[in-house]
């Protein structure tokens, strides 16, 4: 389907700020906490089916941010794809989704 298939750009965009969150802890010894931190200006996905959120921090030890879940959210007629809804990704590379095919929607 139409809507399956712009999951895609939510795949590839939660990918991308997963590999940008490595390099940032690599270079900052702590996850970022905000989109600009890697380097994201424009939190829509480039068809604008999907909104990206800001890394959620999961773990904290004192300041540090050791773990993290990334979230798209969909916008426009994706909204509709009730099944799958937010995808998410998270720092152990755990993929999931707020609708309920879950993880398959991956």
């Known amino acids: 389907s139409v809507r399956k298939s712009r999951r ?3 795949k590839t965009a939660l990918s991308d700020l997963a ?4 390099q940032y802890m690599t270079n900052n010894k ?3 906490d905000t ?3 890697l380097g994201i ?3 829509t996905t480039p068809g ?3 909104t990206l959120g800001a890394p959620t921090a999961t773990t904290t030890v004192g300041t540090t941010i050791t773990a993290f879940t990334l979230t798209a959210s969909p916008n426009n007629d994706q909204i509709k794809d009730t099944a799958c809804g937010s995808l998410t990704l998270t720092s152990t590379g755990i993929k ?3 609708g309920s095919l879950g993880r398959s929607c991956w």
């Not at 590999?19 to 490595?22: C, D, T, V, W």
């Open 8 to 10: 895609s750009e939510a």
């Open 19 to 22: 590999a940008r969150q490595e």
């Open 30 to 32: 702590t996850y970022a």
């Open 35 to 37: 989109l600009a931190k």
């Open 41 to 43: 200006v424009t939190a």
């Open 48 to 50: 604008g089916w999907y």
């Open 96 to 98: 999931g989704a707020t």
